[in-house]
């Protein structure tokens, strides 16, 4: 909206200026002006619209913020030069509108792109600048007072362009640091059951493979007893190094996710089959399995796990995670059964 206004504002008094003097400078570089300004508010709204539809790769979003910045910055050449143009003409009832224009281009670029310091800066300096030098050209005192109040404006303008820079970006720094705790799990540093969801959302855009990833749900197998027997503190650490473990085993793309006690979910990309899963499922159990050192003393502690695949309900998380956990379940059913078999094959035996 600020960019559309102050297009339409130079329109009309460039077209003021261009009527009332006639001067063909003055009606070229409003030629000009015109064609600069649609270009800028095109680039401008274009932009809006792709970032809204969420259409922008980080090279895109690269492109048009040079885009931006370069037609901002020729709008701004446009406009200086048009301002000293003004000032030049004999018309003395035209320099109190284009005083007025040129003081608000410099407010509105300070108050709207601030993010973007080299962009307002130089846009400032490239519109005040020109009307600064004609004003101080001229031999009559009120004009150098003009000047005068143009360059403290100025200055004021990129000093005040220098604390909002610097505000903004603190403001953005907090916002994302708060962002991050909020997708992260506060002991492992892990992904939280909500970033995993982002995680998954993102990998499997409508219209992607729906076996192309699976999830691996695991929990630890005798993690009360370590808790019990050596504290909670000993408990905390040992989960701090199965994320580690999970992490560092983890492939490009993957995702590592703690959803709460012991309780870890492996998003793996690349699941082509249920041979690649099942490998892969196996893989973790075993890096999980080996000791850890905790505080001091040697620790073992086994893990169960339980893996799905996306079906034709591959964005839905819940889903995933319910036939991953069902999975789990039935392995350590499994296991069960099969442990207690064994015990009595062998007091048969010794029968």
């Not at 999970?246 to 690349?270: H, I």
Request: charged fraction near 20%.
């Amino acid at each position: 909206m600020p960019a559309t206004i102050m297009s339409a504002l130079f329109l009309l008094v460039a077209t003021l200026v261009s009527l009332r003097s006639r001067d063909g400078a003055a009606s070229l570089l409003l030629g000009i002006g015109v064609a600069v300004s649609g270009w800028r508010l095109w680039i401008l709204y274009r932009g809006r619209a792709r970032c809204a539809a969420a259409a922008l790769s980080r090279d895109d979003a690269h492109e048009l913020e040079r885009r931006f910045g370069v037609s901002y910055l020729a709008f701004a050449v446009l406009f200086g030069c048009f301002a000293a143009r003004a000032l030049v003409l004999p018309i003395s009832s035209l320099h109190l509108p284009v005083a007025i224009l040129v003081v608000g281009y410099a407010a509105g670029a300070v108050a709207t792109t601030a993010l973007r310091p080299l962009i307002a800066g130089g846009s400032v300096l490239l519109a005040v600048l020109p009307s600064v030098l004609v004003l101080a050209a001229r031999a009559e005192p009120d004009h150098a007072v003009a000047a005068l109040c143009l360059v403290a404006l100025l200055t004021g303008g990129l000093r005040s362009l220098t604390k909002r820079h610097l505000a903004q970006e603190r403001q953005s720094a907090t916002s994302s640091a708060f962002a991050a705790l909020a997708r992260r799990d506060h002991l492992t540093g892990l992904m939280n059951r909500f970033a995993l969801a982002e995680a998954i959302a993102g990998f499997n855009p409508a219209g992607a493979s729906a076996s192309s990833y699976a999830l691996h749900y695991l929990d630890l197998d005798g993690f009360k007893q370590i808790n019990d027997q050596l504290g909670h503190a000993a408990g905390d650490a040992l989960l701090c190094a199965v994320g580690e473990r999970l992490t560092a085993a983890a492939r490009s793309r993957d995702a590592v996710a703690r959803l709460g006690g012991d309780e870890f979910v492996v998003m793996q990309v690349d699941a082509s089959s249920t041979r690649v899963v099942t490998e892969r499922a196996h893989e973790i159990v075993q890096r999980l399995s080996a000791p850890y050192q905790i505080n001091g003393q040697v620790v073992s502690v086994g893990a169960s796990i339980g893996s799905s695949r996306p079906s034709s309900r591959a964005g839905e998380i819940k889903s995933l995670l319910e036939e991953a956990d069902a999975a789990l379940r039935r392995h350590k059913l499994s296991r069960a059964v099969c442990a207690s078999s064994v015990r009595r094959q062998g007091l048969e035996a010794c029968a």
